[in-house]
C-alpha cells in the first residue's frame, strides 16, 4: 500500500522547512524586523507540524498508538504556528495590546487542544482504496470544527492585509509578491476548511488527498512570492 497522504505532508515539511530556512536568513540579515522572525517561527512550526514525526508519522511507522500520539499533538503545533501568524499584521500595524492577548489565547488554545485530545486518546483509524492507505485520528469532532473555522479566518485576515500593504506600496514588485503569498496562505485556508470540516470526518480520502494538493499549491505559491525578484 502507498502512503500517499503521509507523502504529501512529507512534500508539505520540506517546502515549509525551505520557506523557513529563506525567512531565518532574510531575519539574519535585519534581526530588529520582529516580521521577519515570526514569520520565520510560523513556517518553522509547519514544517514541525507536516514532519514524519507528526502528519507524515505513517512513514515512521504503522502503529495505530504512535500514529494517534503524532496527530493528536498536530493540531496542537499548528496552533502554535498560527499564534505568530496572526501577530505578522498586528505587529506591522503597531497594535501592541493586540498582538499580546491574539498570541497568548493561540498558545492558551494549542495547549488546552493537546489535553483535549490525548483525554480522548484512542488509536487512529486506518483506510484503504484500490493501492493507497492512510490513517486519520479520532480527534473530537469540536476540536476538528474550531479548528476548521478557525484556521481560514487568521489565514483571510492575513491575506487581507498582505494585499492592502502590497498596494499600498504602489511598487510591481512588492504587488506580485504579495498576491503570491496571498493567494498562498488563502489556499491553505481553504485546505484547512477540506480537511478539518469535510475531509476527515467522512473518512473521504479524495478530500484528505485534495487537502495535501491544497497546500502544496500554496506552499509553493509562498516560496514563489519570497523568492520573486525585481
Known amino acids: 500500500m502507498i502512503p500517499t497522504v503521509a507523502l504529501g505532508h512529507l512534500i508539505s515539511s520540506l517546502v515549509s522547512f525551505s520557506i523557513a530556512w529563506k525567512l531565518y536568513r532574510s531575519w539574519q540579515k535585519n534581526k530588529d524586523s520582529k516580521p521577519l522572525n515570526y514569520f520565520f517561527k510560523f513556517f518553522l512550526l509547519l514544517g514541525v507540524n507536516w514532519s514524519p514525526l507528526v502528519n507524515a508519522s505513517p512513514l515512521i511507522s504503522k502503529n495505530p498508538y504512535f500514529l494517534a500520539i503524532a496527530h493528536d499533538l498536530a493540531i496542537p503545533v499548528l496552533y502554535l504556528a498560527m499564534a505568530y501568524l496572526i501577530i505578522v499584521p498586528l505587529q506591522l500595524l503597531h497594535w501592541f ?26 488509536p487512529a483509524l486506518s483506510f ?78 479524495s478530500l484528505v488527498a485534495l487537502t495535501s494538493v491544497l497546500v502544496n499549491g500554496g506552499l509553493l505559491l509562498i516560496l514563489e512570492g519570497i523568492y520573486y525578484k525585481k
Open 128 to 205: 484503504t482504496t484500490d493501492n493507497y492507505i492512510y490513517w486519520i485520528a479520532n480527534i473530537p469532532p469540536q476540536v476538528r470544527a474550531v479548528t476548521g473555522l478557525i484556521t481560514p479566518a487568521v489565514a483571510l485576515t492575513v491575506v487581507e492585509f498582505f494585499i492592502l500593504e502590497g498596494f499600498l506600496t504602489r511598487q510591481k514588485y512588492f504587488i506580485i509578491s504579495s498576491l503570491l503569498i496571498s493567494l498562498g496562505v488563502l489556499l491553505m485556508g481553504m485546505a484547512s476548511v477540506t480537511h478539518f470540516l469535510l475531509g476527515a470526518p467522512r473518512g473521504s480520502f
Open 97 to 122: 495590546k493586540l498582538k499580546k492577548i491574539f498570541y497568548y489565547l493561540f498558545i492558551l488554545m494549542a495547549v488546552a487542544i493537546a489535553i483535549i485530545n490525548l483525554w480522548n486518546f484512542k
